[in-house]
């Protein structure tokens, strides 16, 4: 299981956008890379998940170079409801993940 | 949190009671685990199971034991619980997508006090 990661926090403002990065070097062929938030006294959420180059929902955007040694998240315009924790894991397809072990996350906080 | 049903979601122990936690999913899926996560911190694993009848030591097992007797529910035993096991217990279950890897889905979580 390819390990990840992130800083531990960052801080921004309303309106701002928002860019955790994520490095996983020991990624492998078939490893998808997931991204979680996890409000206070809440379970983590799926936010986005990515192979390579770009995806983006309605949430987030997620930048993957060519090599996929790192990951970026990127939140459009920052609320104060952003506020939480972002967690990056590498996922492998298909199966069980086995000891999946999530890292200490970015705790994010947007102030007005 | 559709799909994953964690009882209770408030408890409060003696140190050396002992409890169940429940975790039931209604969406099939082979893997399941359970997490703790205490104050400030995050996610720690304490055990999974990749399918019925099967389950293996996470990060920190000392303290628990599971059982997953079926597809449906996994549980955590605290035999003698201890004030250090004071935390919010999280299970996840291991779906997939549409497009890509599986992803986790977690219950509501189940808040423990001991005493």
């Known amino acids: 299981l390819a390990k990840t990661t992130q800083p531990i926090s960052m801080d921004s403002y309303e309106g701002q956008e928002v860019n955790i990065t994520c490095s996983h070097n020991?990624?492998?062929?078939?490893?998808?890379i997931t991204w979680y938030q996890q409000f206070p006294s809440q379970g983590p959420r799926f936010i986005i998940q990515?192979?390579?180059t770009k995806v983006t929902n309605e949430v987030a955007s997620l930048f993957i170079p060519a090599d996929r040694k790192s990951s970026t998240l990127s939140l459009p315009r920052v609320s104060l409801s952003d506020t939480a924790v972002y967690y990056c894991l590498v996922l492998n397809y298909g199966g069980s993940q086995g000891n999946l072990i999530f890292g200490k996350g970015t705790k994010l906080s947007v102030k007005p | 949190n559709a799909g994953v049903t964690q009882t209770p979601k408030f408890q409060v122990l003696k140190t050396g009671q002992s409890m169940t936690l429940q975790c039931a999913q209604d969406m099939n899926h082979n893997s399941m685990y359970w997490y703790r996560q205490d104050p400030g911190m995050g996610l720690r694993l304490i055990y999974y199971?990749?399918?019925?009848?099967?389950?293996d030591k996470g990060e920190v097992p000392n303290g628990y034991n599971v059982s997953r007797l079926n597809k449906r529910e996994f549980s955590l035993r605290l035999e003698s619980a201890a004030p250090s096991q004071t935390s919010v217990y999280f299970c996840a279950i291991q779906a997939g997508t549409a497009s890509g890897a599986n992803v986790l889905t977690f219950g509501a979580g189940s808040r423990l006090t001991v005493l």
């Open positions: 990515g192979y390579k």
């Open positions: 020991n990624i492998a062929t078939n490893d998808y």
């Open positions: 199971s990749a399918s019925e009848g099967t389950t």
